[in-house]
């Protein structure tokens, strides 16, 4: 069974910062490119971030420019999400997924982790 596992999340204040992870396990991160997608209750599920398993390329959506970062740890099969100078629009809860490359459809989907930001 192909897992995808998110964790990291949880209740923060404005401006403060949270790191998410996203565990694979029974498949290699590797090979796919892994999406950052968040939700929040009423809207519409809308990409973060993505990171291609190409050549390594990264994309922000222009709502977190210069305050998230994606990267990769290959050794530990896992791909991470550092949210610095948080806003309470961030709050949702945020899936990872991972697909083909980071504009076509993505085959596997984690549980989400809900983040909140709020003080």
């Known amino acids: 069974q192909v897992q995808l596992v998110e964790s990291g999340g949880g209740l923060v204040q404005p401006g403060g910062s949270l790191r998410l992870s996203c565990a694979a396990s029974?498949?290699?991160?590797?090979?796919?490119?892994i999406g950052w997608f968040r939700q929040a209750p009423g809207k519409e599920r809308e990409g973060v971030s993505c990171i291609s398993s190409s050549d390594g390329s990264t994309y922000y959506a222009d709502s977190v420019k210069g305050r998230f970062t994606i990267s990769r740890d290959n050794a530990k099969n896992t791909v991470y999400l550092q949210m610095n100078t948080l806003k309470p629009e961030d709050t949702a809860v945020y899936y990872c997924?991972?697909?083909?490359?980071?504009?076509?459809?993505?085959?596997?989907w984690g549980q989400g982790t809900q983040v909140t930001v709020s003080s």
């Open positions: 029974r498949f290699t991160l590797d090979y796919y490119a």
């Open positions: 997924a991972a697909g083909s490359d980071c504009v076509d459809g993505y085959d596997y």
